[in-house]
């Protein structure tokens, strides 16, 4: 049984870093894509981050982009989102989640197993 485990949110000023990680097991991954998807009060989930395991292919939302960058550790089994140059509009619960990596890397409903959620919060 797939399991995702994210770890690394937190509070952190305007302008500061965090980097999240998302342990995965219980399953084969090198046909996946994993994926970084945030969630604000009231708001949807939207797509963040997604990197294909096998070759490492990465895709970001405009609003992170130049500013997150999402890697994975294939010995680990574990995928990272380091998150820089971080904005009060970016807080949000992110949620890591696995599909397969023919499907639509933008959309929720293209992953099958998702991540308990990590809060980050910016402060100004």
């Known amino acids: 049984q797939v399991q995702l485990v994210e770890s690394g949110g937190g509070l952190v000023q305007a302008g500061g870093s965090l980097r999240l990680s998302c342990a995965a097991s219980?399953?084969?991954?090198?046909?996946?894509?994993m994926g970084w998807f945030r969630q604000a009060p009231g708001k949807p989930r939207d797509f963040t981050a997604a990197?294909?395991?096998?070759?490492?292919?990465?895709y970001y939302a405009d609003s992170v982009k130049g500013r997150f960058t999402i890697s994975r550790d294939s010995a680990r089994n574990t995928v990272y989102l380091q998150m820089n140059s971080l904005k009060l509009e970016d807080t949000a619960v992110y949620y890591c989640?696995?599909?397969?990596?023919?499907?639509?890397?933008?959309?929720?409903?293209?992953?099958?197993?998702w991540g308990q959620g990590t809060q980050v919060t910016v402060s100004s």
């Open positions: 989640a696995a599909g397969w990596a023919s499907r639509d890397y933008r959309r929720a409903v293209s992953y099958d197993y």
């Open positions: 219980g399953g084969t991954f090198s046909n996946k894509r």
């Open positions: 990197i294909t395991w096998s070759g490492g292919v990465t």
